[in-house]
């Protein structure tokens, strides 16, 4: 892959990550309760659409310090039977919300550190979960875990839940670096986690690795990717780190000066990007890798590939509804977060209503724009018939503005045109983020300042 550090010196700027359109920052608390109940109704009356559930489970034990999420650093165990307490509240409050008809075709414990609670406690919600809603016989069931947090009886207690997806948190297994983001832990603990869950019969393993952090060099970021490799999991997501102290104070822990310089990160990229699809990966989206006949890998080629607030997805045409303190829904017309202080999300729970702090409506424009963001994201290509005929407008002529802003991308080799369509060439992949910028009317608007794109 031939990329000019030139054009990550022009392209690094600030930019979302389109895990959502519009983002999180232009949600407004002007969308409360009385909206989000009347989508929820609205959205109940077609009673075979499928869901996805999502649970928040905020708690660790310790601050990795590069971390993004919405978490609660204790050391007090006994917090999370409270909390679980108010989850099953508020899992009965979206219960009779739904129609008992609609299937659950996923389910994601994120957070934090869902490992945090206990193996009684993980089969405490999941029983609760499964008398709660119905599931679909091929649903996917995802746990995020940390191998520092976790034990067998963890793992076996999700088995028994049903839980066939892992996600396990890696980063980088340089000790240095380790130490100075604040999360050690070594290849061998990783290795006998994965042992257990090769073991309890899991379909799939992801590992989340993060390039970007301190003292990390494209040589010792190499040697990590070689201990993955023997690791051999199904799917692996490396994240650019997204350094925000403005928005999360405690990466001011994290040294500036030990950041690898944009040029160092590129060359990690490439190693990434030329180590893994060398070794039988297919490179997904903007930031995952999965085997070849995994079924994102057969997605990304049959253009179904989604993308939401847990990264990458097959499953389309799904409503998300999401519990636990700050989590985010997503419906067709709306995004609904739940307060992210816990003490308001108690009492919202206590009085019995949903514990909605802020959200947005959709307008056609936004779902017509969120539709071609995300096909950007997912697919590397914009066909402007298909585009024109899935969102009922004259492609060319809705988007006559903003593709006059894709000239410099053009000259710059990040994309070609054709008469029908955008393809985003292999050094263009890098830059999505910044070509899909070019479709959001609200990045003007935005006093957001984002992570850097690259
Ligand atoms: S374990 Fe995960 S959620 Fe918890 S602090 Fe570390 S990165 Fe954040």
Redesign the pocket.
């Known amino acids: 892959m031939q990329v000019d550090l030139n054009l990550i010196k022009k392209y690094n700027k600030p930019g979302p990550r389109y895990t959502s359109y519009p983002t999180v920052p232009h949600f407004s608390e002007s969308v409360g309760i009385n909206e989000w109940e009347e989508q929820i109704r609205l959205n109940n009356q077609v009673n075979n659409r499928d869901l996805s559930l999502y649970f928040h489970l905020p708690f660790?034990p310790s601050?990795?310090w590069?971390?993004g999420?919405t978490?609660v650093?204790t050391k007090r165990q006994d917090r999370t039977v409270e909390y679980l307490d108010y989850l099953f509240t508020e899992i009965d409050l979206i219960k009779k919300r739904l129609h008992p008809n609609r299937k659950v075709v996923q389910l994601h414990f994120g957070?934090?550190?869902p490992t945090y609670l206990s193996p009684d406690q993980i089969l405490g919600l999941g029983e609760k979960i499964h008398r709660s809603f119905t599931f679909a016989h091929d649903s996917e069931l995802g746990c995020e875990m940390?191998p520092r947090e976790i034990t067998k009886e963890h793992i076996n207690a999700l088995r028994e839940m049903g839980f066939n997806r892992a996600s396990m948190?890696v980063q980088d297994f340089k000790p240095a670096v380790q130490k100075a983001v604040n999360?050690i832990h070594s290849k061998e603990m990783v290795k006998e986690v994965v042992d257990w869950i090769r073991e309890a019969g899991f379909q799939s393993l992801n590992l989340d690795l993060i390039y970007g952090l301190p003292l990390q060099t494209p040589r010792s970021f190499e040697k990590t990717l070689q201990d993955i490799l023997e690791i051999n999991p199904d799917r692996l997501a490396i994240f650019n780190y997204a350094h925000v102290p403005w928005m999360k104070p405690h990466q001011k822990l994290i040294k500036e000066s030990e950041l690898p310089s944009p040029g160092e990160k590129l060359d990690i990229l490439k190693i990434v990007i030329e180590t893994l699809t060398s070794s039988g990966y297919v490179y997904i989206g903007m930031d995952h890798f999965a085997k070849e006949n995994d079924e994102l890998a057969i997605a990304q080629q049959e253009k179904s590939l989604q993308r939401n607030f847990q990264g990458y997805s097959t499953k389309s045409g799904v409503d998300i509804y999401a519990m636990g303190m700050s989590s985010i829904s997503q419906l067709d017309f709306i995004y609904a977060q739940n307060f992210k202080d816990l003490p308001t999300y108690y009492n919202r729970i206590e009085k019995g209503v949903l514990p909605i702090e802020k959200g947005f409506i959709m307008s056609e424009d936004d779902i017509t724009r969120r539709n071609v963001i995300m096909r950007l994201m997912c697919d590397m290509e914009l066909d402007y018939n298909v585009m024109s005929s899935q969102l009922g407008i004259d492609f060319r002529s809705y988007f006559k503005s903003d593709l006059t802003k894709l000239d410099e991308f053009e000259t710059d080799g990040l994309l070609v045109r054709s008469q029908d369509k955008i393809t985003i060439t292999e050094e263009g992949r890098l830059f999505v983020r910044n070509i899909s910028m070019t479709f959001d009317a609200y990045l003007d608007k935005s006093q957001t300042r984002y992570s850097k794109t690259v």
Do not use: E, K, N, W
């Open positions: 660790c601050l990795c590069f971390c999420c978490v650093i957070g934090g550190t940390d948190g999360r």
